[in-house]
């Protein structure tokens, strides 16, 4: 009895020195090597632009009760706002696209004389 005992005592000290080291090369080596996301990860952060979120939101009734917005929308609105606040043209509106160019008075530099 005390042979199997010891036995098994010297493999479990075996079997903990070589899984000891293993943990630990095996830690080293994995440092050491770059990981690449997975096309799986890349998906999952991945938002289509062509896709409106809040127009697929809206088709499920249940998400009416969070009363979710545009954000990017709302603040590009704002922004053209301001710029009207201040007499700025707005090339590209989200709304309008974008806008043809203001055609001047007749206010233009002198024309050069033929000889």
């Known amino acids: 009895m005390d042979l199997v005992v010891k036995r098994l005592a010297q493999a479990a000290t075996l079997r903990s020195s070589i899984l000891s080291t293993a943990v630990n090369a095996s830690a080293s080596s994995l440092a050491?090597?770059?990981?690449?996301?997975?096309?799986?990860?890349?998906?999952?952060?991945?938002?289509?632009?062509?896709?409106?979120?809040?127009?697929?939101?809206?088709?499920?009734?249940?998400?009416?009760?969070?009363?979710?917005?545009?954000?990017?929308?709302?603040?590009?609105?704002?922004?053209?706002?301001?710029?009207?606040?201040?007499?700025?043209?707005?090339?590209v509106g989200v709304l309008s696209g974008r806008l043809p160019k203001a055609v001047d008075d007749g206010k233009g530099g002198k024309k050069k004389k033929r000889k």
């Open 32 to 91: 050491a090597v770059p990981v690449r996301k997975s096309v799986g990860s890349k998906m999952l952060n991945y938002h289509n632009p062509d896709v409106s979120l809040l127009g697929l939101s809206s088709q499920d009734k249940s998400l009416d009760a969070l009363g979710l917005k545009d954000v990017w929308v709302e603040s590009w609105l704002s922004r053209e706002e301001d710029f009207k606040k201040r007499g700025k043209a707005v090339r």
